[in-house]
């Protein structure tokens, strides 16, 4: 198929290289110049396994190609993916100005026979709004369908791949058999192609996401009690997680979640609630418990130190939200930073791929180190924060010797407090008792 990608952020670079490379010719548009000039080169600049390597194959064999020229893309596209931006505004709905402007300039240009489909997260009603847009630009019926994306950071290329499911909302079977088409080399082991109306997808994108968040506050809030009454989270976690009606995804508790999706999308829905009069308690709570839950670091360390963090030096471990990605939006580590500098502490960090993005922030407020034992020569403490496998085996000797203290809180519950203690380090962890 011939098919047109509007936006060359994280999700439309992994859709848009991933439908190239199931044979398909795609075109992605973006209005940065010089963002496609890169790509153009098959330099990608985000970082996820597996996509720089495909985009540039499929650049090599020409189904993939970057422009800025938004019309040239779409007049011979028969499906078009808008997947631009949908920020949260300053209510805490999902500003949608970009993907107005983008449906009003595409609008005369489609073909008569395309499939326009939002993969932008975007309230429910917006596919609606899009469908009436288009009749009144165009005076004709136009196909718009919505196929929300759940792709993991880290893990994009498997999950777009080899997905649990496709979740399309539609309003013809026509629209469902070319997006079918599309998706079939993926679905080759009979997960399934779900169709449902537009409104029920978009909702169905925003259901998944606060139901992920909620399950991770909701650990966190019972890490936090478990230390109050001695109990260890990590048992409780096992004595809950083989419940097949609970199980253990999204139940390992930490330091609270950051990213581009779960903030975003759990405030979006909540207000999408409150102006159908509707009060989200179960949302305003989990975003709530997450935003208390990036202090949990902050007091730990204060605590230790009895607030008195100037001169100190303070090592970190990990910057990005997550491991396998370079995202550091609403990371935890940056919140643990400007209450460390705002204190007066001197602060070294590490991280395997975020350490450029979070230069754009500090500059050189922060000593950035190339490996992880860099960042503990003379530190009063390491603070770990992400839970990247390089981390997660140190050389215990060398850490000990590095340190200007034996002092390691563990954001993330890497290690066992026993051996930490036996090893002749002071350990903080998350929902376990202090060693």
């Given at each position: 198929?011939?098919?047109a990608?509007?936006?060359?952020?994280?999700?439309g670079?992994?859709?848009?290289?991933?439908?190239?490379?199931?044979?398909n010719?795609?075109?992605?548009?973006?209005?940065?110049?010089?963002?496609?000039?890169?790509?153009?080169?098959?330099e990608?600049?985000?970082?996820?396994?597996?996509?720089?390597?495909?985009?540039?194959?499929?650049?090599?064999?020409r189904?993939?190609?970057?422009?800025?020229?938004?019309?040239?893309?779409?007049?011979?596209?028969?499906?078009?993916?808008?997947?631009?931006?949908?920020p949260?505004?300053?209510?805490?709905?999902?500003?949608?100005?970009?993907?107005?402007?983008?449906?009003?300039?595409?609008?005369?240009?489609?073909?008569e026979?395309?499939?326009?489909?939002t993969?932008?997260?975007?309230?429910?009603?917006?596919?609606?709004?899009?469908y009436?847009?288009?009749?009144?630009l165009?005076?004709?019926?136009?196909?718009?369908?919505?196929?929300?994306?759940?792709?993991?950071?880290?893990?994009?290329?498997?999950?777009?791949?080899?997905?649990?499911?496709?979740?399309?909302g539609?309003?013809?079977?026509r629209?469902?058999?070319?997006?079918?088409?599309?998706?079939?080399?993926?679905?080759?082991?009979?997960?399934?192609?779900?169709?449902?109306?537009?409104?029920?997808?978009?909702?169905?994108?925003?259901?998944?996401?606060?139901?992920?968040a909620?399950?991770?506050?909701?650990?966190?809030?019972?890490?936090?009690?478990?230390?109050?009454?001695?109990?260890d989270?990590?048992?409780?976690?096992?004595?809950?997680?083989?419940?097949?009606?609970?199980?253990?995804?999204?139940l390992?508790?930490?330091?609270?979640?950051?990213?581009?999706?779960?903030?975003?999308?759990?405030?979006a829905?909540?207000?999408?609630?409150?102006?159908?009069?509707?009060?989200?308690?179960?949302l305003?709570?989990?975003?709530?418990?997450n935003?208390?839950?990036?202090?949990?670091?902050?007091?730990?360390?204060?605590?230790?130190?009895?607030?008195?963090?100037?001169?100190?030096?303070i090592a970190?471990?990990?910057?990005?939200?997550?491991?396998?990605?370079?995202?550091?939006?609403?990371?935890?580590a940056?919140?643990?930073?400007?209450?460390?500098?705002?204190?007066?502490?001197?602060?070294?960090?590490?991280?395997?791929e975020?350490?450029?993005?979070?230069?754009?922030?500090?500059?050189d407020?922060?000593?950035?180190?190339?490996?992880?034992?860099?960042?503990?020569?003379?530190a009063?403490?390491?603070?770990i924060?992400?839970?990247?496998?390089?981390?997660?085996?140190?050389?215990?000797?060398?850490?000990?010797?590095?340190?200007?203290?034996?002092?390691?809180?563990?954001?993330?519950?890497?290690?066992?407090?026993e051996?930490?203690?036996?090893?002749?380090?002071?350990?903080?962890s998350?929902?376990?008792?202090?060693?």
């Amino acid at each position: 198929m011939e098919i047109a990608v509007v936006g060359t952020g994280y999700v439309g670079l992994v859709s848009g290289a991933c439908f190239a490379d199931s044979g398909n010719h795609v075109t992605c548009v973006d209005i940065d110049a010089a963002k496609v000039e890169a790509l153009s080169r098959g330099e990608v600049p985000i970082y996820e396994p597996g996509l720089e390597e495909m985009v540039k194959h499929n650049l090599l064999v020409r189904r993939l190609q970057f422009t800025t020229d938004l019309i040239a893309a779409i007049k011979p596209a028969e499906v078009v993916y808008l997947a631009v931006g949908t920020p949260q505004g300053d209510d805490g709905a999902a500003d949608l100005s970009a993907l107005w402007k983008v449906v009003t300039e595409i609008a005369p240009h489609l073909r008569e026979d395309a499939v326009l489909v939002t993969k932008s997260t975007v309230p429910v009603g917006t596919n609606a709004r899009i469908y009436s847009m288009l009749k009144e630009l165009t005076r004709r019926e136009c196909e718009v369908a919505s196929n929300p994306e759940f792709l993991k950071e880290g893990a994009a290329i498997d999950d777009f791949v080899k997905p649990d499911r496709v979740v399309v909302g539609v309003r013809s079977e026509r629209a469902a058999d070319i997006l079918r088409q599309l998706y079939e080399p993926f679905l080759r082991t009979e997960n399934p192609f779900l169709v449902m109306t537009p409104e029920s997808a978009e909702m169905t994108k925003y259901v998944a996401n606060a139901l992920l968040a909620t399950k991770i506050s909701f650990i966190n809030e019972m890490a936090n009690l478990c230390e109050r009454m001695g109990g260890d989270i990590n048992d409780v976690r096992r004595g809950i997680g083989h419940d097949s009606r609970i199980g253990f995804a999204f139940l390992f508790p930490g330091v609270g979640y950051g990213g581009s999706c779960f903030p975003k999308d759990v405030r979006a829905l909540s207000a999408m609630a409150e102006d159908l009069g509707v009060e989200p308690r179960i949302l305003r709570a989990v975003d709530a418990v997450n935003t208390s839950q990036k202090q949990v670091m902050i007091e730990k360390v204060d605590q230790h130190f009895g607030g008195k963090l100037a001169g100190k030096t303070i090592a970190i471990w990990g910057l990005a939200f997550k491991p396998r990605t370079d995202d550091i939006r609403e990371a935890p580590a940056l919140v643990l930073i400007d209450h460390l500098l705002e204190s007066g502490a001197k602060v070294q960090v590490h991280d395997p791929e975020a350490m450029e993005n979070v230069k754009k922030v500090y500059c050189d407020k922060v000593t950035f180190c190339d490996l992880e034992m860099q960042a503990l020569a003379q530190a009063d403490a390491l603070c770990i924060m992400t839970e990247w496998n390089d981390y997660k085996r140190p050389n215990w000797d060398e850490m000990a010797s590095l340190l200007r203290s034996p002092v390691v809180f563990d954001g993330r519950n890497l290690y066992e407090p026993e051996r930490m203690q036996s090893r002749g380090f002071t350990y903080y962890s998350v929902g376990r008792p202090k060693v």
